[in-house]
């Protein structure tokens, strides 16, 4: 009993001075992006417009008002703005923080029931320290709301896996509905769970019921596609001038976002077990990937200046003014995400739909920040005890990545001030 009150105070205190970190980062408007403040007030100021005269500033909304963001957030922000100040606003978004914990941590009760709570509850503790979640809690956004109903979706997945009844495979669905309505993009899991349901559940019935459930739901999201000109929104919203077959270039994506995917999970990765993995891989595997790479690099093409690009990319640029380094990190993190996905379908099939997730030119560290601490931990067949528990070292190494991302992220705006991740 006295073990266990003491854990109930560690935790207590643990989160009660992480959430004074967030609102002592409010107080310093904290941007850790360095374009979340400019993202959030943009937004808002359309959100006042719709206040002003909604039918016109919804009817300009994606076509004048240049934004890929769905209008439902923003919606509501404007009921919001006409009871409290941006700056209240802002303090009361910083409570977004608690539900964010509380529904990863149920979801990793679920999935890790035979780990130690306190195990769980320091994994949990990484929202409140990500970079990105904090600055689109601290700048509101339509991003944090939308991963958070995406996080809710998982722990309703989580929990009725093996049930997947009508009435629990429609919670699932219209939690994943609600984030995509939110932030559009989250709408690529559907074929994750939509695969899943389709496998998992003992009557078909179930499965088209909950087919034309979820297209029924989806036909205001798709009037309101059609009624815009969505392909000249989404190419000026995306601050720079590209062609169609450079914004979907795939050698772009699967370069970068398999290096943030390398760079999110450096707070938990087993280094050691990952070498001993990748020294004992067949060397017909290794000169596939390294065929599959190098054609990736030959296709690559993403500028350096200030479109994102991850950490790595970043660092080859600024470092070495050329991609050689980002190169030789793409294929670690290919062989990685590899050596890690074990042969495992579910694995393979979860790193398509993170490419999916980002379908425009520009690809920065917010999109996938905590996205992928969280998916990892959650959806992907992960080993957490190989790749975090048995590690003597574990805290040290959870705490101190987490501390040189911030280094990181100071370190370019005192050096860099126009680079973005």
């Not at 392909?231 to 370069?255: E, H, W």
Request: charged fraction near 15%; proline fraction near 2%; charge should be positive.
């Amino acid at each position: 009993m006295n073990k266990f009150i003491r854990e109930k105070y560690v935790v207590f205190f643990l989160f009660l001075g992480l959430y004074l970190s967030l609102l002592i980062g409010l107080h310093l408007n904290e941007d850790n992006l360095g374009g979340a403040a400019h993202d959030s007030i943009y937004h808002f100021k359309i959100s006042e417009k719709l206040n002003e005269n909604f039918l016109k500033t919804f009817n300009e909304f994606g076509n004048l008002e240049k934004t890929r963001n769905s209008p439902v957030f923003w919606i509501f922000l404007s009921f919001l703005s006409n009871f409290f100040s941006y700056q209240t606003i802002q303090f009361l978004n910083t409570f977004l923080i608690f539900p964010f914990t509380y529904y990863f941590y149920k979801c990793l009760k679920i999935k890790y029931k035979k780990i130690n709570s306190i195990y769980l509850i320091i994994l949990s503790s990484y929202l409140f320290l990500s970079p990105s979640l904090r600055s689109l809690i601290i700048w509101p956004y339509s991003l944090s709301w939308g991963l958070l109903f995406f996080i809710i979706s998982i722990y309703y997945f989580l929990r009725y896996q093996n049930d997947l009844n009508l009435s629990n495979s429609l919670k699932i669905i219209s939690s994943l509905v609600v984030a995509s309505y939110i932030y559009p993009s989250f709408s690529v899991f559907y074929l994750f769970y939509i695969y899943k349901i389709f496998n998992g559940s003992s009557n078909k019935t179930t499965f088209f019921i909950t087919l034309i459930i979820s297209l029924i739901m989806s036909l205001p999201c798709l009037y309101y596609i059609f009624t815009r000109d969505v392909i000249s929104s989404f190419q000026d919203s995306q601050g720079v001038g590209v062609s169609f077959s450079k914004s979907f270039n795939l050698s772009n994506k699967i370069l970068i976002i398999s290096t943030i995917c390398f760079y999110a999970l450096l707070p938990i990765i087993n280094f050691q077990e990952l070498i001993k993995k990748i020294l004992t891989t067949e060397k017909k595997k290794i000169l596939v990937i390294i065929i599959f790479c190098l054609i990736n690099f030959y296709f690559f093409n993403f500028p350096h200046s200030v479109w994102g690009g991850g950490f790595f990319h970043k660092l080859s640029n600024v470092v070495f003014n050329n991609n050689y380094l980002f190169f030789l990190f793409s294929f670690i993190s290919i062989l990685f995400l590899l050596t890690i996905a074990n042969k495992n379908f579910d694995n393979y099939f979860l790193f398509i739909i993170l490419i999916l997730y980002n379908p425009q030119f520009t690809i920065y560290i917010k999109y996938f920040d905590p996205l992928i601490f969280v998916t990892f931990l959650t959806l992907f067949n992960f080993n957490l005890k190989e790749n975090f528990l048995e590690k003597s070292y574990k805290f040290y190494q959870f705490y101190g990545f987490i501390f040189l991302y911030y280094v990181a992220i100071y370190s370019k705006k005192m050096y860099f001030l126009d680079l973005k991740f």
